[in-house]
T-cell receptor, first 110, second 112 residues
Protein backbone atom coordinates (compact mmCIF):
# COMPACT_ATOMS: atom_id res chain seq x y z
CA UNK A 1 0.00 0.00 0.00
CA UNK A 2 1.13 3.56 -0.56
CA UNK A 3 2.53 5.50 2.32
CA UNK A 4 2.43 8.96 0.80
CA UNK A 5 -0.42 10.49 -1.14
CA UNK A 6 0.23 13.68 -3.05
CA UNK A 7 -2.23 16.35 -3.92
CA UNK A 8 -2.95 17.86 -6.31
CA UNK A 9 -2.33 15.14 -8.88
CA UNK A 10 -1.76 17.78 -11.54
CA UNK A 11 -0.82 21.44 -11.30
CA UNK A 12 -0.42 24.01 -14.08
CA UNK A 13 1.10 27.42 -13.41
CA UNK A 14 2.89 30.26 -15.14
CA UNK A 15 6.58 30.94 -14.86
CA UNK A 16 7.37 33.04 -11.83
CA UNK A 17 4.46 31.70 -9.78
CA UNK A 18 4.88 29.51 -6.74
CA UNK A 19 3.90 25.84 -6.79
CA UNK A 20 2.75 24.00 -3.69
CA UNK A 21 2.32 20.25 -3.48
CA UNK A 22 1.08 18.32 -0.50
CA UNK A 23 1.78 14.81 0.67
CA UNK A 24 0.07 12.76 3.33
CA UNK A 25 1.17 9.50 4.88
CA UNK A 26 -0.42 6.85 7.00
CA UNK A 27 1.97 5.61 9.68
CA UNK A 28 4.70 7.05 11.85
CA UNK A 29 7.82 7.77 9.84
CA UNK A 30 11.57 8.10 10.20
CA UNK A 31 11.94 10.57 7.39
CA UNK A 32 10.23 11.85 4.28
CA UNK A 33 11.96 12.55 0.98
CA UNK A 34 10.91 14.45 -2.10
CA UNK A 35 12.03 13.53 -5.60
CA UNK A 36 11.64 14.99 -9.06
CA UNK A 37 11.30 12.97 -12.24
CA UNK A 38 11.46 14.55 -15.63
CA UNK A 39 9.54 12.76 -18.36
CA UNK A 40 11.18 9.45 -19.16
CA UNK A 41 14.14 10.16 -16.88
CA UNK A 42 15.42 8.96 -13.54
CA UNK A 43 14.60 10.20 -10.07
CA UNK A 44 16.40 13.24 -8.74
CA UNK A 45 16.55 13.61 -4.97
CA UNK A 46 15.39 17.04 -3.87
CA UNK A 47 15.26 17.14 -0.11
CA UNK A 48 15.02 14.95 2.97
CA UNK A 49 13.22 15.99 6.12
CA UNK A 50 13.48 13.99 9.31
CA UNK A 51 10.57 13.27 11.60
CA UNK A 52 11.95 15.66 14.24
CA UNK A 53 12.25 18.54 11.78
CA UNK A 54 9.49 20.93 10.83
CA UNK A 55 10.93 22.85 7.91
CA UNK A 56 13.86 22.68 5.50
CA UNK A 57 15.03 24.89 2.69
CA UNK A 58 17.15 24.19 -0.35
CA UNK A 59 17.46 26.97 -2.89
CA UNK A 60 13.96 27.66 -4.22
CA UNK A 61 12.55 24.66 -2.39
CA UNK A 62 10.86 24.73 0.99
CA UNK A 63 9.58 21.59 2.65
CA UNK A 64 7.46 21.43 5.77
CA UNK A 65 6.51 18.43 7.85
CA UNK A 66 3.59 18.19 10.26
CA UNK A 67 3.79 14.87 12.05
CA UNK A 68 0.57 15.51 13.97
CA UNK A 69 -1.30 15.71 10.67
CA UNK A 70 0.94 13.17 8.95
CA UNK A 71 1.51 15.57 6.10
CA UNK A 72 4.26 17.41 4.25
CA UNK A 73 4.31 20.15 1.68
CA UNK A 74 6.80 21.10 -1.02
CA UNK A 75 6.89 24.72 -2.13
CA UNK A 76 8.76 25.73 -5.26
CA UNK A 77 9.15 29.47 -5.47
CA UNK A 78 9.51 31.51 -8.65
CA UNK A 79 8.83 28.49 -10.86
CA UNK A 80 10.65 28.04 -14.14
CA UNK A 81 9.75 26.05 -17.23
CA UNK A 82 12.56 23.67 -16.27
CA UNK A 83 10.62 22.77 -13.11
CA UNK A 84 8.09 20.96 -15.29
CA UNK A 85 8.23 17.37 -14.01
CA UNK A 86 6.53 14.86 -11.75
CA UNK A 87 7.18 15.19 -8.04
CA UNK A 88 6.97 12.30 -5.62
CA UNK A 89 7.14 12.07 -1.88
CA UNK A 90 8.31 8.91 -0.21
CA UNK A 91 8.20 8.10 3.47
CA UNK A 92 9.76 5.34 5.47
CA UNK A 93 10.23 3.93 8.90
CA UNK A 94 13.73 3.27 10.18
CA UNK A 95 15.50 0.59 8.18
CA UNK A 96 12.84 0.19 5.54
CA UNK A 97 12.35 1.28 1.95
CA UNK A 98 10.59 4.45 0.94
CA UNK A 99 6.96 3.99 0.04
CA UNK A 100 5.77 6.53 -2.49
CA UNK A 101 2.57 8.38 -3.15
CA UNK A 102 0.98 8.82 -6.53
CA UNK A 103 2.86 11.99 -7.37
CA UNK A 104 2.05 15.46 -8.62
CA UNK A 105 2.62 16.41 -12.24
CA UNK A 106 3.69 20.04 -12.46
CA UNK A 107 3.52 21.98 -15.69
CA UNK A 108 5.12 25.42 -15.82
CA UNK A 109 4.41 27.44 -18.90
CA UNK A 110 6.41 30.42 -20.10
CA UNK B 1 26.36 8.90 -1.46
CA UNK B 2 25.99 6.02 -3.89
CA UNK B 3 26.19 5.73 -7.64
CA UNK B 4 24.06 3.00 -9.15
CA UNK B 5 24.20 1.56 -12.63
CA UNK B 6 21.70 -0.77 -14.22
CA UNK B 7 21.88 -3.04 -17.22
CA UNK B 8 20.21 -3.10 -19.65
CA UNK B 9 18.93 0.46 -19.82
CA UNK B 10 16.05 -0.70 -21.97
CA UNK B 11 14.82 -3.80 -23.72
CA UNK B 12 11.96 -5.02 -25.86
CA UNK B 13 10.97 -8.60 -25.14
CA UNK B 14 8.47 -11.13 -26.35
CA UNK B 15 5.75 -12.40 -24.05
CA UNK B 16 6.59 -15.62 -22.26
CA UNK B 17 10.31 -14.87 -22.06
CA UNK B 18 12.37 -13.71 -19.08
CA UNK B 19 14.72 -10.77 -18.58
CA UNK B 20 17.37 -10.36 -15.92
CA UNK B 21 18.20 -6.83 -14.82
CA UNK B 22 21.53 -6.14 -13.17
CA UNK B 23 22.20 -3.49 -10.54
CA UNK B 24 25.70 -2.43 -9.56
CA UNK B 25 26.51 -0.01 -6.73
CA UNK B 26 29.81 1.80 -6.29
CA UNK B 27 29.94 1.12 -2.56
CA UNK B 28 28.95 -1.65 -0.19
CA UNK B 29 25.39 -1.38 1.04
CA UNK B 30 23.35 -3.67 3.19
CA UNK B 31 19.92 -2.65 2.02
CA UNK B 32 18.96 -2.81 -1.64
CA UNK B 33 15.48 -2.45 -3.08
CA UNK B 34 13.71 -3.06 -6.36
CA UNK B 35 10.84 -0.89 -7.56
CA UNK B 36 8.49 -0.95 -10.51
CA UNK B 37 7.08 2.13 -12.19
CA UNK B 38 4.26 1.39 -14.57
CA UNK B 39 3.54 3.90 -17.34
CA UNK B 40 2.30 7.19 -15.92
CA UNK B 41 2.33 5.82 -12.37
CA UNK B 42 4.34 6.19 -9.22
CA UNK B 43 6.96 3.81 -7.87
CA UNK B 44 5.85 0.56 -6.26
CA UNK B 45 8.20 -1.42 -4.07
CA UNK B 46 8.70 -4.98 -5.32
CA UNK B 47 11.09 -6.36 -2.75
CA UNK B 48 13.91 -5.73 -0.32
CA UNK B 49 17.11 -7.64 -1.02
CA UNK B 50 19.64 -7.84 1.79
CA UNK B 51 22.88 -9.72 1.26
CA UNK B 52 22.94 -13.13 2.85
CA UNK B 53 19.21 -13.54 3.20
CA UNK B 54 16.20 -14.27 1.04
CA UNK B 55 14.53 -11.29 -0.53
CA UNK B 56 11.39 -10.02 1.14
CA UNK B 57 8.54 -9.39 -1.27
CA UNK B 58 5.74 -6.88 -0.97
CA UNK B 59 2.11 -7.82 -1.29
CA UNK B 60 1.27 -8.61 -4.88
CA UNK B 61 4.78 -9.69 -5.85
CA UNK B 62 6.03 -13.28 -5.70
CA UNK B 63 9.42 -14.91 -5.98
CA UNK B 64 8.43 -17.13 -8.89
CA UNK B 65 7.62 -14.09 -10.99
CA UNK B 66 10.41 -11.79 -9.74
CA UNK B 67 13.33 -13.87 -8.49
CA UNK B 68 16.09 -11.77 -6.97
CA UNK B 69 19.71 -12.54 -6.29
CA UNK B 70 22.02 -10.62 -3.95
CA UNK B 71 25.40 -12.34 -4.10
CA UNK B 72 27.39 -9.53 -2.46
CA UNK B 73 27.12 -6.05 -1.00
CA UNK B 74 27.46 -4.21 -4.32
CA UNK B 75 25.38 -6.24 -6.76
CA UNK B 76 21.88 -7.58 -7.28
CA UNK B 77 19.75 -8.95 -10.08
CA UNK B 78 16.01 -8.93 -10.64
CA UNK B 79 14.49 -11.34 -13.14
CA UNK B 80 11.09 -10.69 -14.66
CA UNK B 81 9.83 -14.15 -15.57
CA UNK B 82 7.27 -15.35 -18.08
CA UNK B 83 6.62 -11.81 -19.17
CA UNK B 84 3.34 -10.39 -20.36
CA UNK B 85 2.53 -6.92 -21.74
CA UNK B 86 1.39 -5.94 -18.22
CA UNK B 87 5.03 -6.20 -17.12
CA UNK B 88 5.96 -3.28 -19.37
CA UNK B 89 7.39 -0.82 -16.86
CA UNK B 90 10.52 0.88 -15.66
CA UNK B 91 12.33 -1.22 -13.07
CA UNK B 92 14.54 0.66 -10.63
CA UNK B 93 17.17 -0.48 -8.23
CA UNK B 94 17.64 1.55 -5.07
CA UNK B 95 19.94 1.59 -2.07
CA UNK B 96 19.73 3.13 1.35
CA UNK B 97 23.23 3.57 2.75
CA UNK B 98 22.28 6.16 5.33
CA UNK B 99 19.61 8.79 5.28
CA UNK B 100 19.02 9.49 1.61
CA UNK B 101 17.72 6.73 -0.63
CA UNK B 102 19.46 6.60 -4.00
CA UNK B 103 18.01 5.28 -7.25
CA UNK B 104 19.51 3.81 -10.36
CA UNK B 105 18.61 5.17 -13.79
CA UNK B 106 16.09 2.39 -14.36
CA UNK B 107 15.52 -0.30 -16.95
CA UNK B 108 12.72 0.44 -19.37
CA UNK B 109 11.05 -2.83 -20.33
CA UNK B 110 8.55 -3.23 -23.14
CA UNK B 111 6.83 -6.57 -23.58
CA UNK B 112 5.16 -7.29 -26.88
Amino acid sequence: SQQGEEDPQALSIQEGENATMNCSYKTSINNLQWYRQNSGRGLVHLILIRSNEREKHSGRLRVTLDTSKKSSSLLITASRAADTASYFCGANQAGTALIFGKGTTLSVSS
Amino acid sequence: SAVISQKPSRDICQRGTSLTIQCQVDSQVTMMFWYRQQPGQSLTLIATANQGSEATYESGFVIDKFPISRPNLTFSTLTVSNMSPEDSSIYLCSVYPGNEQFFGPGTRLTVL
